[in-house]
Structures are given as structure tokens and as C-alpha cells.
């Protein structure tokens, strides 16, 4: 049975965030997202490990906007099994929250 998982995160400075370790032979998959930067910034989905890659490109948001993804069955992106979901971002630190499930 798979759970779904909340992980609010708040960087100071812009750079790669780890959202989600690497559990072997399970993918993490992103049902949901609401982010906003301290000013003008991009981000993006990926994963590594053995197996590194882009989920989604850069995508801008300007400063204090809050794109906002509600969470829904489909999976938005998911990563390869048994990789770190990572959030990266340009610009500035942001602030927010990542709704995932991981499950085969």
C-alpha cells in the first residue's frame, strides 16, 4: 500500500534539494506541488542516482508568484525506480511544499 507523503521545504539559496531517498525497486511519483521563490527564480523536477535525468524543464516564476499543482491521481512526473527525487532551482531559495507517493 503506498502512503502519500508531504515534504514542505524552505531554502535559503538556490541549488539542488534532495525531496525524497532512493528506496530500491520504488518510484516517487509527484502528485502535487505549491512553491514560491524570495524573488525571480526557475525550478525543476529530477532524479539521480545510477540512473540520472531531468523530469521536467526549467520552468520561471517571478517573484512571490505560487504556482500551484493540487494534488490528483495522475502523477505530474515520477522517477525512475529506485532514484532520489530532487528539487533544483535557479535564482533564488524557495518555499513550499511537494506531495508524493512512492510505490513500484
Not at 15 to 20: F, H, K, Q, S, Y
Amino acid at each position: 500500500m503506498a502512503f502519500v507523503r508531504y515534504v514542505p521545504f524552505d531554502q535559503g539559496a538556490a541549488g539542488t534539494l534532495a525531496l525524497a531517498a532512493a528506496v530500491a525497486g520504488q518510484r516517487h511519483k509527484v502528485l502535487g506541488f505549491m512553491m514560491s521563490p524570495a524573488s525571480a527564480g526557475t525550478r525543476s523536477f529530477r532524479f539521480s542516482g545510477s540512473a540520472s535525468g531531468t523530469l521536467t524543464g526549467p520552468i520561471t516564476i517571478q517573484s512571490g508568484g505560487l504556482p500551484t499543482l493540487s494534488p490528483g491521481p495522475i502523477p505530474f512526473c515520477e522517477t525512475a525506480p529506485g532514484e532520489i527525487l530532487q528539487l533544483v532551482t535557479t535564482g533564488a531559495g524557495f518555499k513550499g511544499i511537494v506531495v508524493y507517493v512512492t510505490e513500484p
